[in-house]
C-alpha cells in the first residue's frame, strides 16, 4: 500500500511488465556482444538479415500464442498444422490442379479450420487446451503424413519463392510480413477491448464471464487465429525451402511456447505483451545462430531451447512471488 | 469403471465376466481379438509367425515404457520428453556395449541414468511446481539436442554378442514381451496393493482430500517421476536391444506413441484413475494397428491419423461419462 | 449430567484472520452419547470454530482439551488421531476409487507383507455399513456413481473407520432429500446410543428440536449462551440468533414504486430453484432472505443469466425475454453484483480503472479500441462518487479493503447504467462505515427509479433497507411482507420453516 502511494500512477503501473522486458533486453545486447566477440561472421548485416528470414514462422505463430497463454490455454498442435498446411497447399497445387494462389488460399482456410476444431471443443465440449492440442498435435500431423504418403512436393514456379526468398527494400519480404502482424497484434492486445478480455480471462475467467464478456467467442477466435497464422506460417516455410514435406514444422510448438514465456507471458496466465514476444522469438533465434556459430552442431542448440524454458519459468515465478510477497 | 476393475471382484463370476466386458480392458481385449480375427481372415500372412514376432517384439518396449506413463498421468502430470529419453538412454546402453564393458552394464546402467533425469523433471514438477508440460517439454530439447550434439547422429555397429537381451526366447517367446508381461503384472499388483500405489491415485482424483488423509503430494509425484524413469530405462534397453545397429536419435514420435497408449487404455487424462494393463493392451492394440494397415492395402503413413483420433474418441468417451456421472448426483 | 466429562472441550478460543475477528472468546464441549448442535448466522463463526476443532486452524488464544488433557492440533491428521473427525459440507472423496477404498485411504488393513488386504477393507467396510444400517452400499461401487447421500454415508463411514469419538457434521442435511435426511437421523441416533458425541451444524430448527440434547449458539463470532434443548423454544432460539441490536441507521427513505420493470413467473433451474415468482418495481427495494441452500443467488443467477431458466418465463417491461448470458442481461439493463466478490465479481490482480470499465467495454470503445480517456474519466467520476478510498485509479483492486472493492464492483455494474439491479449480499464482510455507505446510494438509486432487488442473510439490513421482503426456501419464494408487517421473527421463522411460528403469523 504505501510504494503505491509513494510511487503513484503510471511510474507504478507498469513496472512489473516493464521490468521483465528491460532484462530480457539487456540478455539480448550482452548476448549479442558476447556472440560477436566468439564470431566475426555474427554480428555482420547479411548474417542478421538471415536470421531474420529464419525466425519468422515461429514469430508468426508465437503471436496468437502469446494470446492463448494469457488466456490461461496452450497450443501444442502448431506445429502439426504447419506442417498440415504446408502439405495441403503442395497437394491443392499439384495433384488437383488449383491455381497456385487458390491452393494458398485454400490451405490457410485449412489451417483456420483446424485451430476451430481445437477452439471449438476446449470450450463446447470442456476437453482441456493441453490434452485437445496434444491429441491433434497427432492428428494432424498423422492427417499430414497420410494425405502426402511421405512424398514431397516441388517444382513450384519462380514468383512462388517471392515471398520466402525475395526482398523487399533491402530486408528479406518475410519479415514485412512478421512485421505487420507484430504491429496489429500489439495493437490489438494493448488497445482494442478484444485485448482487454484476454487479459480479463486470463486473470478470472469467472469475474470476466460475470462481466458479460463472450468468453468462449474470444476463446474459440483465439485458437482459430493460432490456427491460421501457423497456416501463413506454412506458406511462407514451403516459399523458403522451395519443398513440401509432411514433417514440416515438426517440434516447431516447442520453439513458438519457449518464446512467449521467455517474453514474460506467464504460462498461468494473465500477464504477457507482444513486444516481451518479439524479444524472446529474436533471442532464441540470435542464441541458436550464435552457438552454431561458435562450433555447436545442428541440432544441438536446441538444448539451449529447452535450459531457458525451464529457467525463464523458474525466474519469473520467483519474481511473481516476490512480488505478491511485497504486496 | 477401470477403478472399479482395480478390486478384484468379489460378485459371482457371471456379474464379474460382465464387469471385466464391460472394462476399458475387456473392450481393448475384444478390440484386440476382433482385429486380429478380421485382419487375418482377410489376409492369412497377418497372422504368421513372423508378422506376430515383429508385433510383439518390436513393440513391447512402448508397452513397458506405458506403464510408467500411466502412473504419471494418474497423478495428474504428463512427460513429453519419454520418446528423447529411451533414445538418449538406448544410445547410452549402446555405447557401453561397444566400449567394452561388462554387459550387464549395458543393461541396467542406462536404467539408473532414467531415474535420475527423471528425478530432475520430477524435483522441478514436484518441489519447485513448474506444470509438467512445460518442464518436460524443455526436457524434450534438452536430451533431443543433448543426443545430436554429443553423438552428431552416428550409428552404433558391431554390438557385442549376447547383447541383444530382448531378441532371447526363454520357453519360445522372445525376452522384450515376458519383460512387458511380468512388468506389467508386477505395476499393477504394486498399484493395487501397496500403499504407495493407492496414493497415486488419491493425489490425482482429489489433490485437497489426498492433503487431508495425510499424503504428501510433492512427494508423491517425485517417486512417480523416479518409477516412471526406471520403466523409461528397462524401455530404452528392451529397445537398444531388439536392434542389430542403434542410430543414436530420437525415435520420431515415440512420446505420442506412449502416451496414446496409456490414454486409450483408460488412463484418464484427467488424472485419478486408469490401470496399467489396460495401457499394456493398447500399446498391443495400436502396434497391431499398425501393422494391419500393411495387410489390408492402406498406406503406414495413417497410423498418425489413426492414433490421434483414438486419443480424441477416448478423452470424448471420459468426459461424458464423468458428466453422465456428474448429472446422477 | 454434568458428572459426564467432555470428550471435547474448548475454552475462551480466540480466532483472528487479517482484518476480521472470527471468534471472540468462544467456549463449547461436547460429552459421550449426545448430539450437541451449534447454532448462528452465516459468519456467526461456526465453519471457523469447527475448524479449530479438527485441526485445520490453529487458535490465537484459548484451550483445547480432549478427555481433560490440553492438546494442540497441528494438523487434521493429528486430530484425527485423537478421534476427532469432521464431515465438511464439500465432501472430501475420491470419485473415481470405491467406496471401501474411500473409507480406508491413508489407512487401509494391511497383510502381513504389507501389502494393502482387499478383502479385509471390503469386509470391515461392509461391517461398518452394517453396523450404521446401511444394507445397500456395495463397497465396489466407485464413489463418482452414488447420489449425494450415499457419499455422505461414506463420509461417516470413513470417520467410523478412524474410530472416531468425536464427529462433526457440519450442514450435513443441506443437500439431501427428504428419505435421506430421514436416514441421517437413524444413523446419527444409533452413532449416540454408542457413545459418539456428535457436533451437528444446522440452519433448520425443526432438525435441532428432533435431533439435539444441546445446543449452543454464536453470534458474530461470539458465545451467546449454551441449554438444554428441551428448555428452550424455538422464538427464544431465533432470538438469541437474530437478537441483534440495530447499531446503525438506516437511510431514511419513502418508497415511491413505479411500474413493474421486472416479472419472474415460476422460473426454474434443477436441483436449486423449484419454482420462483417476483415482481419488482421501479423506485423499490425488496429484499430477499433465506437460509444458504435456499436458492437465492440461484433465482439472481437465473435473472442474470449465468444459468439461464430451464422453465418459467421472464418479462422486462412487461415483454417476455429470453436471457441465456450475462451479456443478453446486460443488454437488458439487468446489472448484478455477486455474492463472492474475490471469484465472481472482480479481477483482482488488475487495476480500478479496467476493473470499473469491463461490462461497458464496448461504449466505452471506438472501432474496438478502447478510448482511454473516456475510460479514465469514468474511473475518476466513480472513485469521486462512491468515494472509493484507493492511492489513484491505477491501483490494483486486490489490494483495497473489502468495502472499497466492493464499490468498484458496485461501480462496474451502475456503469452499464441498469435499470434493474440485482445485489447479493452486498455488505458482507466489510466496515461499518463503508456498509452505511453502500446503503446510502442503494437508496439513491431506489430515489432515482431503479428496481432493486437485495439479498442478504442480515435480517436487520433486510428489515432496514427493504421496502417489501421475500423470502425463500428450499427453492421456492414461500412468504412476502410488506416493510409495515415484517419483523425479524417473521422472516426468520419464514426462513426456517417452523410450522408452530407460520401458524402464529
Not at chain 2, 510433492?218 to 516412471?228: G, L
Not at chain 2, 500399446?283 to 498418425?304: D, E, H, K, Q, T
Not at chain 3, 450404521?132 to 456395495?138: A, N
Not at chain 3, 452413532?191 to 451444524?201: K, T
Request: proline share 4%.
Amino acid at each position: 500500500m504505501a510504494s503505491a502511494v509513494a510511487a503513484p500512477g503510471h511510474q507504478d503501473r507498469y513496472a512489473g511488465l516493464k521490468r521483465h522486458e528491460v532484462i530480457l533486453l539487456f540478455v539480448l545486447i550482452a548476448a549479442v556482444a558476447v556472440l560477436a566477440f566468439r564470431s566475426e561472421q555474427f554480428l555482420t548485416t547479411g548474417n542478421l538479415l538471415n536470421q531474420g528470414r529464419l525466425l519468422v514462422e515461429v514469430g508468426l505463430m508465437a503471436l496468437p500464442m502469446t494470446f492463448i497463454i494469457i488466456t490461461g490455454g496452450i497450443d501444442l498442435s502448431v506445429g502439426s498444422i504447419m506442417g498440415l498446411c504446408a502439405i495441403l497447399l503442395g497437394v491443392f497445387w499439384q495433384k488437383l490442379g488449383l491455381p497456385l494462389g487458390a491452393a494458398i488460399a485454400l490451405a490457410l482456410v485449412v489451417g483456420a479450420l483446424a485451430g476451430f476444431v481445437n477452439g471449438w471443443f476446449i470450450t463446447r465440449v470442456g476437453v482441456p487446451p493441453l490434452i485437445m492440442t496434444l491429441a491433434t498435435l497427432a492428428l494432424y500431423r498423422g492427417l499430414a503424413e497420410g494425405i502426402s504418403q511421405a512424398r514431397s512436393v516441388r517444382g513450384y514456379p519462380d514468383w512462388f519463392f517471392g515471398l520466402g526468398q525475395g526482398e523487399l527494400w533491402g530486408v528479406p519480404t518475410q519479415l514485412w510480413l512478421l512485421l505487420f502482424f507484430f504491429v496489429i497484434s500489439a495493437i490489438v492486445l494493448t488497445y482494442t477491448t478484444f485485448g482487454r478480455s484476454l487479459y480479463a480471462i486470463g486473470n478470472n475467467e469467472v469475474a470476466a464471464r460475470f462481466s458479460g464478456i463472450p468468453v468462449d467467442g474470444i476463446k474459440i477466435a483465439i485458437y482459430t487465429m493460432s490456427g491460421l497464422m501457423a497456416g501463413l506460417a506454412a506458406w511462407v516455410f514451403v516459399s523458403r525451402v522451395s519443398t513440401t514435406r509432411s514433417d514440416m514444422g515438426t517440434g516447431l510448438e516447442l520453439d513458438v511456447i519457449t518464446a512467449v514465456v521467455l517474453g514474460g507471458t506467464s504460462i498461468f496466465g494473465g500477464t504477457g505483451t507482444i513486444l516481451g514476444t518479439a524479444l524472446g522469438v529474436v533471442l532464441i533465434q540470435l542464441l541458436k545462430n550464435g552457438l552454431a556459430l561458435s562450433g555447436v552442431k545442428g541440432d544441438g542448440t536446441i538444448v539451449v531451447i529447452g535450459v531457458i524454458l525451464i529457467l525463464s519459468i523458474l525466474v519469473s515465478d520467483l519474481l511473481r512471488r516476490q512480488r505478491g510477497a511485497e504486496h | 469403471m477401470a477403478a472399479t476393475m482395480a478390486l478384484p471382484a468379489r460378485a459371482s463370476a457371471g456379474s464379474r465376466l460382465r464387469r471385466f466386458l464391460f472394462s476399458q480392458e475387456g473392450i481393448l481385449l475384444i478390440a484386440i481379438i476382433v482385429l486380429f480375427v478380421a485382419v487375418g481372415a482377410y489376409n492369412q500372412r497377418f497372422l504368421s509367425a513372423n508378422n506376430l514376432s515383429t508385433i510383439f517384439l518390436g513393440n513391447a518396449y512402448i508397452a513397458v515404457a506405458a506403464i510408467g506413463m500411466s502412473m504419471v498421468i494418474v497423478s495428474g502430470n504428463i512427460d513429453v520428453s519419454v520418446g528423447s529419453l529411451i533414445g538418449v538412454l538406448a544410445t547410452i546402453s549402446g555405447t557401453i556395449a561397444v566400449s567394452g564393458w561388462p554387459l550387464w552394464l549395458a543393461w541396467t546402467l542406462p536404467i539408473l541414468a532414467g531415474m535420475a533425469i527423471s528425478a530432475v523433471s520430477g524435483w522441478l514438477i514436484a518441489y519447485l511446481r513448474v506444470p509438467s508440460i512445460v518442464v518436460t517439454l524443455g526436457m524434450l530439447s534438452i536430451l533431443k539436442g543433448g543426443l545430436i550434439s554429443v553423438t552428431a547422429g552416428a550409428w552404433i555397429n558391431n554390438l557385442p554378442q549376447g547383447y541383444h537381451l530382448a531378441q532371447l526366447r526363454p520357453l519360445g517367446v522372445p525376452m522384450a514381451v515376458w519383460f512387458m508381461i511380468v512388468l506389467t503384472a508386477l505395476a499393477a499388483f504394486w498399484m493395487r496393493y501397496s500403499g504407495f500405489g493407492r496414493s497415486i491415485y488419491a493425489v490425482g482424483g482429489n489433490a485437497e482430500a489426498a492433503r487431508l488423509a495425510g499424503i504428501d503430494r510433492a512427494r508423491t509425484v517425485f517417486i512417480v517421476f523416479v518409477i516412471h524413469g526406471f520403466f523409461a530405462g528397462i524401455a530404452a534397453v528392451l529397445f537398444a536391444t531388439q536392434l542389430s545397429v542403434i542410430q543414436s536419435t530420437v525415435p520420431p514420435n515415440l512420446e505420442l506413441t506412449v502416451i496414446t497408449a496409456s490414454v486409450v487404455g483408460g488412463v484418464s487424462i484427467l488424472g485419478g484413475t486408469g490401470t496399467v494393463i489396460g495401457s499394456t493392451l493398447a500399446a498391443i492394440l495400436i502396434a497391431a494397428i499398425g501393422s494391419s494397415l500393411v495387410f489390408i492395402n492402406v498406406s503406414p503413413y495413417w497410423l498418425r491419423a489413426v492414433q490421434g483420433l483414438l486419443i480424441l474418441l477416448t478423452v470424448l468417451a471420459d468426459l461424458a461419462r464423468r458428466r453422465k456421472r456428474a448429472r446422477h448426483r | 449430567m454434568t458428572s459426564v466429562p467432555p470428550l471435547l472441550r474448548l475454552d475462551g478460543i480466540v480466532k483472528s484472520f487479517p482484518g476480521v475477528r472470527a471468534l471472540r472468546g468462544v467456549s463449547f464441549d461436547v460429552r459421550p452419547g449426545e448430539v450437541h448442535a451449534l447454532l448462528g448466522e452465516n459468519g456467526a463463526g461456526k465453519s471457523t470454530l469447527i475448524k479449530v476443532m479438527s485441526g485445520v486452524h490453529r487458535p490465537d488464544e484459548g484451550r483445547v482439551e480432549v478427555d481433560g488433557r490440553p492438546v494442540d492440533f497441528g494438523s487434521p491428521q493429528e486430530a484425527q488421531a485423537a478421534g476427532i473427525a469432521a464431515i465438511y459440507q464439500e465432501l472430501l472423496l475420491f470419485p473415481e476409487l470405491s467406496v471401501a477404498e474411500n473409507v480406508f485411504m491413508g489407512h487401509a488393513p494391511r497383510l502381513s507383507w504389507g501389502g494393502i488386504d482387499w478383502d479385509q477393507t471390503r469386509a470391515r467396510t461392509a461391517e461398518i455399513l452394517q453396523s450404521l444400517d446401511i444394507h445397500d452400499l456395495d463397497p465396489d461401487t466407485p464413489v463418482g456413481a452414488l447420489s449425494v447421500g450415499n457419499r455422505q454415508r461414506v463420509e461417516i463411514a470413513k470417520a467410523l473407520s478412524m474410530n472416531a469419538r468425536v464427529l462433526i457434521m457440519d450442514e450435513p442435511t443441506a443437500a439431501l432429500t427428504e428419505a435421506d435426511v430421514e436416514r441421517l437421523f437413524g444413523i446419527v441416533r444409533r452413532l449416540r446410543e454408542r457413545g459418539v458425541g456428535i457436533i451437528y451444524i444446522s440452519h433448520r430448527l425443526v432438525e435441532i428440536f428432533d435431533l439435539a440434547d444441546r445446543v449452543t449458539v454464536l453470534r458474530d463470532g461470539e458465545y451467546v449462551g449454551t441449554h438444554e434443548v428441551r428448555d428452550v423454544t424455538e422464538p427464544q432460539l431465533i432470538s438469541m440468533m437474530v437478537g441483534r441490536t440495530i447499531d446503525q441507521l438506516y437511510p431514511h427513505r419513502t418508497a415511491n414504486p413505479g411500474k413493474v420493470v421486472l416479472e419472474a413467473k415460476s422460473v426454474a433451474y434443477p436441483g436449486t430453484v423449484e419454482e420462483a415468482s417476483l415482481t419488482l418495481r421501479a423506485g423499490e427495494i425488496v429484499g430477499l432472505a433465506g437460509l444458504v441452500g435456499s436458492g437465492r443467488s440461484e433465482l439472481a443467477q437465473i435473472l442474470f443469466g449465468v444459468t439461464p431458466a430451464s422453465a418459467g418465463q421472464i418479462l422486462v417491461d412487461g415483454q417476455p425475454v429470453t436471457i441465456r448470458s450475462p451479456a443478453d442481461a446486460k443488454r437488458l439493463g439487468i446489472a448484478y453484483v455477486p455474492e463472492d466478490r474475490g471469484t465472481q465479481g472482480l479481477i483482482r490482480p488488475m487495476r480500478i480503472r479496467h476493473n470499473v470499465s469491463l461490462a461497458v467495454l464496448k461504449e466505452l470503445a471506438r472501432f474496438f479500441f478502447i478510448d482511454r480517456g473516456r475510460e479514465q474519466e469514468l474511473a475518476r467520476r466513480d472513485i469521486e462518487r462512491f468515494k472509493i478510498r484507493a492511492s489513484s485509479m491505477d491501483q490494483v483492486v486486490g489490494k483495497l479493503s473489502g468495502g472499497n472493492q466492493q464499490k468498484v464492483v458496485l461501480a462496474k455494474w451502475l456503469a452499464t447504467r441498469p435499470r434493474i439491479l440485482i445485489l447479493d449480499e452486498p455488505t458482507r464482510g466489510i466496515d461499518v462505515g463503508a456498509k452505511a455507505e453502500i446503503h446510502k446510494i442503494m437508496s439513491e438509486l431506489a430515489a432515482q427509479g431503479m428496481a432493486v432487488l437485495m439479498i442478504s442473510s442480515e435480517l436487520p439490513e433486510v428489515l432496514g433497507m427493504s421496502d417489501r421482503v421475500l423470502v425463500m426456501r428450499e427453492g421456492r419464494i414461500v412468504a412476502g411482507f410488506d416493510r409495515a408487517e415484517a419483523t425479524q421473527e417473521r422472516i426468520a421463522a419464514a426462513m426456517m420453516r417452523s410450522a408452530q411460528q407460520e401458524r402464529a403469523a
